[in-house]
């Protein structure tokens, strides 16, 4: 009963399409009139106290991806040429992911997502800066989306599964199948999770 627009995956940097490019959907939302976006990844786990499966619903972000989809001229039509960035995701829209989890008996932890180019996973080394830069999950994809969208004054929520731990986290080579198993396990937790925060948005109009 609630209608909204799904996309179906995404196009990433990694694959060879510039930022542009991946962030045109977005850019297409807007116009369609929507006004709340909601961004999922699966990402590696570079907080210690994760695990795999974790839910970590995004309160910050890291642009490591060395550019920015706001480059170039800028269309004030879509937004101003130095959007400001100090609350990128809505902390409003997090308390109703964190009030949800807990009403469904999960724990959903809050973090700092980091966004890097790939495709390869990242180095034992880098994963150590990251941390200290004060990343918990890294992932290659949603900064870009989250900077065009609040460019453009939509409501952002970013939900992160963490379905590996980073390189050096742990003495397990990273292992792509293993993530994709990882990301089917909680599906169902995390389909139920985001139906019941879709359903409180709506509520609010």
Not at 85 to 102: G, K
Not at 118 to 132: K, M, Q, V
């Amino acid at each position: 009963g609630v209608p909204l627009l799904a996309m179906q995956g995404r196009v990433h940097y990694y694959e060879g399409y510039s930022l542009e490019e991946i962030t045109f959907p977005v850019r297409t939302f807007k116009l369609l009139g929507l006004k709340t976006i909601i961004l999922t990844n699966a990402s590696g786990g570079v907080n210690v106290e994760f695990s795999p499966g974790t839910l970590m619903v995004i309160t910050d972000h890291l642009n490591l991806f060395g550019d920015n989809p706001l480059r170039g001229t800028n269309d004030e039509r879509f937004g101003p040429r130095f959007p400001d960035m100090s609350a990128v995701y809505s902390a409003e829209l997090q308390e109703i992911v964190i009030e949800e989890s807990r009403i469904m008996g999960i724990e959903v932890r809050r973090g700092v997502y980091a966004g890097l180019t790939g495709p390869s996973y990242e180095t034992p080394a880098e994963i150590n800066l990251f941390r200290t830069f004060g990343a918990d999950a890294v992932g290659m994809s949603t900064v870009p989306e989250a900077l065009v969208a609040r460019h453009m004054g939509l409501e952002v929520l970013g939900i992160s599964c963490v379905t590996n731990m980073a390189s050096g986290v742990t003495d397990e080579p990273i292992d792509h199948e293993d993530v994709m198993a990882t990301g089917l396990r909680v599906s169902a937790t995390f389909t139920e999770l985001l139906r019941r925060v879709v359903t409180r948005l709506h509520a609010r109009v």
